[in-house]
């Protein structure tokens, strides 16, 4: 299965400044997507990264809030702008494609990016 | 009801069976899964199941799916203090459908 590289693993920032988080993928994957777990909470899905396109926003989570680029087949971004406390969570890029068990076809996670907005 | 449930917390001892259970909330769901979140870590998959299964097993975990019921459950034999983390639950309808994830059950194994 796709390994992937997420950067940074953690940072504080400050109120109003802007963060963006860099998802590295290891094989060419078809579908990226990025998500957003709350302290506490499930994850959420904030958006599906498309390549040489503009990203599929779920509801609640707007392109002004939470850019995302994905120029190529193994990389995307997502960055956080404005950020406020309530911005504070774990951001995870996942990707699709083939898994660890044989004719799955499945998920795999980074390790998250745990951002705290002070 | 229109999320994927678990109970917050799991507290067994060292040597004893877990049991997490799991109501997911499309009966179309094709895919089940159980992912691992160790302390500072992303999510691990565990183990998956397919909806035309009843039951899975590899080495110490066993998943029970329960389809009439929607109910899927994720048993660890002989718990570890490594298998301290938060699993999550997670169905999805059909490949390249968005997951949806239940809040995670926290496992803390005493020793």
């Known amino acids: 299965s796709a390994v992937i590289s997420q950067k940074p693993s953690r940072d504080i920032c400050q109120r109003g400044t802007s963060l963006t988080i860099q998802c590295q993928v290891d094989?060419?994957?078809?579908?990226m997507f990025w998500y957003r777990q709350q302290p506490g909470q499930s994850l959420t899905l904030i958006a599906t990264a498309n390549q040489g396109s503009e990203a599929t926003y779920e509801s609640g989570f707007v392109i002004d809030k939470f850019p995302i680029s994905r120029p190529n087949l193994t990389f995307s971004t997502l960055t956080v702008s404005n950020m406020s406390p309530e911005d504070s969570s774990i951001y995870l890029c996942s990707v699709t494609g083939t898994g660890p068990f044989p004719g799955h076809y499945g998920y795999t996670f980074g390790s998250g990016t745990r951002l705290t907005v002070v | 009801g229109e999320d994927v449930e678990q109970s917050l917390f799991l507290s067994v001892r060292e040597g004893d069976s877990s049991v997490i259970n799991c109501t997911y909330t499309?009966?179309?769901?094709?895919?089940l899964y159980w992912y691992k979140q160790e302390p500072g870590a992303g999510l691990q998959l565990l183990t998956y199941i397919f909806s035309n299964m009843d039951m899975k097993q590899d080495q110490r975990l066993t998943v029970l799916l329960n389809k009439k019921d929607k109910h899927l459950s994720l048993r660890i034999a002989d718990t570890q203090t490594g298998d301290s983390a938060i699993y999550f639950c997670a169905e999805q309808p059909g490949e390249g459908n968005d997951m949806r994830f239940g809040a995670g059950t926290r496992l803390t194994v005493k020793p």
């Open positions: 094989s060419q994957v078809t579908m």
């Open positions: 499309d009966s179309s769901s094709t895919y």
